[in-house]
């Protein structure tokens, strides 16, 4: 499917294409046909990559130029809240007329785009600006899934650990918790894959904008207009941080992994204890019926009046005797 976004100055919205319009600032290829493909590359010029091209992970494969185009390529995160989340790339091709988007999944940060725009008509105007405002979009969309996943983090965590500082709740299935972890860790791995792609692709496009300063103001060191403006810079913070708490989520998110493992070591051990002791306990009484269940000719007990109930008392006092005494050591 493709889509132009078309920008003036009534009105910035996603329409269905039906050829080329002048006004098209970002067209956008879902899962394009051959078809759609030869009318964009017919259209600007360019040859577009394939999928399998999209996915080759080498850094001269994710950001190139060819005559005037510059293909850029970043892993997008989509479904996050679904329990299979889908990382694929996007590859955004800027030309001097337009910026163009391959994409074979549909992430919702890339439908909002009319929206986020629509307040922002000055930052879409030209190519590399509505480029820029389609990293705004997807640096925002995976800073709402990372407080969603802190969230997460946070109830899951609560779940393992009481406030009174108890190992683990009774009742909570320790191996359950640790896949709900295990899907957490792999989705903000996933999460930092993304945004380091989106940095090198934002770090790119600053590049390109300080190299086309330079070659306006007459070459190197011609002045303070070769800095970052204002957006340029927000937009690195806000992804730098992000990378940075991603960091500090996937060491919380190990640490109560670890401790889940430790916590379930723990349980094992405990019922490793309780057979443990139940044998001992039973060990002395097994031995005296093993005595007294012996066949020979000539034993005193046997003839006995009471030798019955005694043989039962002693085995019940020798079975009590062993447990008073772990119980006395605190190993109960």
């Given at each position: 499917m493709r889509q132009d976004f078309l920008h003036d100055p009534g009105a910035q919205r996603l329409i269905q294409a039906g050829g080329p319009d002048p006004r098209a600032v970002w067209t956008d290829l879902l899962a394009p046909?051959?078809?759609?493909?030869?009318?964009?590359e017919a259209?600007?010029?360019?040859?577009?990559?394939?999928?399998?091209?999209?996915?080759e992970i080498e850094p001269s494969a994710r950001i190139y130029s060819e005559d005037v185009a510059v293909f850029m390529t970043a892993t997008v995160l989509a479904g996050a809240g679904t329990p299979e989340p889908v990382i694929e790339?996007?590859?955004?091709?800027?030309?001097?007329?337009?910026?163009?988007?391959?994409?074979?999944?549909?992430?919702?940060?890339?439908?909002?785009?009319?929206?986020?725009?629509?307040?922002?008509?000055?930052?879409?105007g030209t190519p590399l600006r509505m480029l820029m405002t389609l990293m705004e979009v997807l640096v925002e969309r995976c800073a709402d899934i990372l407080e969603a996943e802190s969230q997460?983090?946070?109830?899951?965590?609560?779940?393992?650990?009481?406030?009174?500082?108890?190992?683990?709740?009774?009742?909570?299935?320790l191996s359950g918790v640790i896949t709900r972890i295990g899907r957490h860790g792999e989705l903000n791995a996933r999460l930092q894959d993304s945004l380091v792609t989106i940095e090198r692709i934002v770090n790119?496009?600053?590049?390109?904008?300080?190299?086309?300063?330079r070659d306006q103001a007459g070459g190197e060191g011609a002045g303070p207009a070769m800095g970052l403006n204002g957006r340029d810079k927000?937009?690195?913070?806000?992804?730098?941080?992000?990378?940075?708490?991603?960091?500090?989520?996937?060491?919380?998110?190990?640490?109560?992994?670890?401790?889940t493992l430790g916590l379930l070591n723990i349980q094992q051990s405990g019922i490793i204890k309780i057979f443990s002791v139940a044998a001992v306990v039973f060990l002395p009484p097994t031995?005296?019926?093993?005595?007294?269940?012996?066949?020979?000719?000539?034993m005193p007990e046997?003839?006995?009046?009471?030798?019955?109930?005694?043989?039962?008392?002693?085995?019940?006092?020798?079975?009590?005797?062993?447990?008073?005494?772990?119980?006395?050591?605190g190993w109960l």
């Open positions: 046909t051959p078809e759609e493909e030869a009318a964009v259209e600007l010029g360019i040859d577009l990559p394939t999928r399998d091209d999209m996915r790339p996007v590859t955004f091709v800027l030309t001097p007329d337009r910026v163009v988007s391959i994409r074979y999944h549909d992430p919702r940060a890339l439908q909002n785009v009319p929206q986020r725009a629509a307040g922002l008509q000055a930052d879409c997460a983090v946070d109830a899951l965590s609560r779940q393992i650990f009481q406030p009174a500082g108890k190992p683990a709740q009774r009742g909570v299935d790119h496009m600053t590049q390109m904008r300080l190299a086309a300063r927000r937009l690195l913070r806000d992804i730098r941080s992000l990378i940075a708490y991603a960091e500090a989520q996937s060491q919380r998110v190990t640490f109560m992994l670890d401790a031995l005296i019926a093993s005595i007294y269940g012996m066949n020979f000719a000539h046997l003839a006995a009046p009471y030798g019955y109930p005694l043989a039962l008392g002693g085995m019940v006092l020798s079975a009590i005797l062993p447990y008073l005494f772990f119980k006395r050591k």
